[in-house]
């Protein structure tokens, strides 16, 4: 089996090479690997006297999950060095710079080569992966060189080929892991059933990361005049599509809209105020305006996480296509949450829904109508206490895995 894995690497790896041609985001990933391979310096994380913490991402949302680990295990552990490597450009172009990592690069194609001389390179003591990353080249050595191994924040499903009568070659690749952190009951079910045990509830560890955010959030001048303007409730609407968008400007017309969409290009941006009619850029403010306009239509990056604080209400984008965007970062603030009807695959948002503190919609006039009930008082209360109880049962998941760590592996 591996052999054809090998072989499915290979040609998954060609593939890429051939779309790069035309393909801005394959030649992201090409040429990414090219620079990674070409400027890596083993001196920087191979010292004997530096242990080593390998961290792998697939991208910036498993990121934002091991970064929490990433940061408390710098603190508590500054004489070890850590790597961080990503399998997507969407991750490692944002994040290259990380200052909590001494290097940032690609993951090297998962061939047995590569993993052997990556190996040798960064000779890692620990190595955490995050959430879905199953690499099997990379875990077989892993194992064979005795590496405490660990997947974090990880979530499991029946659907998956550990679980199917055809998924020998996967369940061998979980008893690579020297233990493995679960988000939820139900991934530990799984996992018992097919006889792997090694396993602790530990949650999420992105729920310590945004409450940490919230609890450190400065203020913005700029949103706090747009929302002092009058007393209309506030709707912050983050990620947002087009399809996303079509519905909060249709059933919230009696709303302040601080929209934020997942795309700021000019292009999307103009069209959004079009839509909106009296709206105000963020970067172009005007002050004398600013507290008049309906929307706020944010047209840079970076900010959505801390203009959830000023929302009375938030709208989460993605969930009429590939699935909804971050619902945690405004559950940190406790505010109830909307979003589309694709938010199955997201533990925290199936959460959110069964608890009564999420409202998934398919219409504007479902949008509407969530929206009116929302405003009364006691709805509202109840759903913003079950998002924050929610965050307030998950916290922690951080401290789960390095005290795993310091008991059994980081001397």
């Known amino acids: 089996m591996l052999l054809i894995y090998d072989l499915f690497i290979r040609l998954y790896t060609f593939g890429i090479h051939i779309a790069a041609l035309f393909n801005p985001k394959a030649r992201l990933w090409v040429k990414g690997r ?151 009951e139900s991934s530990e079910k799984l996992l018992q059933s097919i006889g792997i045990q090694n396993i602790t509830i530990g949650g999420d560890t992105r729920v310590d990361r945004v409450l940490k955010i919230a609890e450190g959030v400065q203020e913005n001048e700029i949103v706090k005049t747009f929302v002092s303007g009058a007393g209309a409730p506030v709707l912050v609407a983050g990620s947002t599509w087009e ?62 996480n801390t203009l959830y604080r000023y929302g009375s209400v938030a709208y989460v984008g993605g969930g009429f296509g590939k699935g909804i965007h971050n619902t945690l970062e405004p559950a940190a603030f406790g505010l109830p949450i909307i979003f589309g009807p694709k938010y199955e695959k997201f533990e925290e948002a199936r959460q959110f829904v069964a608890r009564g503190g999420a409202f998934p919609v398919r219409n504007a006039e479902e949008l509407a109508e969530v929206l009116t009930k929302l405003q009364d008082p006691v709805f509202y209360q109840k759903a913003s206490a079950a998002v924050r109880d929610y965050l307030a049962e998950s916290r922690g998941a951080t401290s789960k895995v390095m005290g795993f760590l310091g008991e059994k592996f980081v001397k």
Not at 110 to 121: C, G, I, S, V
Not at 153 to 180: E, V
């Open 34 to 184: 090219e620079a990674s391979t070409a400027h890596r310096e083993p001196s920087t994380v191979s010292r004997p006297q530096s242990p080593v913490l390998w961290v792998h991402a697939a991208s910036l949302g498993e990121f934002e999950q091991g970064r929490p680990v990433m940061e408390v295990f710098r603190e508590k552990y500054p004489d070890w060095k850590i790597v961080l490597t990503f399998f997507s450009p969407s991750g490692y172009e944002v994040r290259k710079n990380y200052p909590h990592a001494d290097m940032v690069c690609y993951l090297p194609a998962d061939t047995r080569q590569n993993a052997r001389d990556f190996l040798d390179q960064i000779r890692p003591d620990v190595a955490i992966f995050v959430k879905y990353e199953f690499w099997a080249n990379y875990l077989f050595e892993l194992q064979k060189r005795g590496v405490t191994t660990l997947l974090v924040s990880a979530l499991f499903r029946p659907s998956q080929p550990f679980f199917k009568w055809y998924g020998g070659f996967w369940r061998k690749m979980l008893t690579c892991f020297s233990h493995i952190f679960v988000q939820n």
């Open 243 to 304: 399809a996303d968008e079509a519905l909060i400007f249709v059933a919230a017309t009696s709303w302040k809209r601080i929209i934020a969409p997942h795309e700021p290009s000019e292009s999307n941006v103009l069209r959004i105020c079009k839509l909106a009619g009296d709206a105000q850029r963020y970067s172009q403010n005007e002050a004398d305006r600013l507290s008049l306009a309906n929307t706020l239509v944010i047209d840079n990056i970076g900010l959505l």
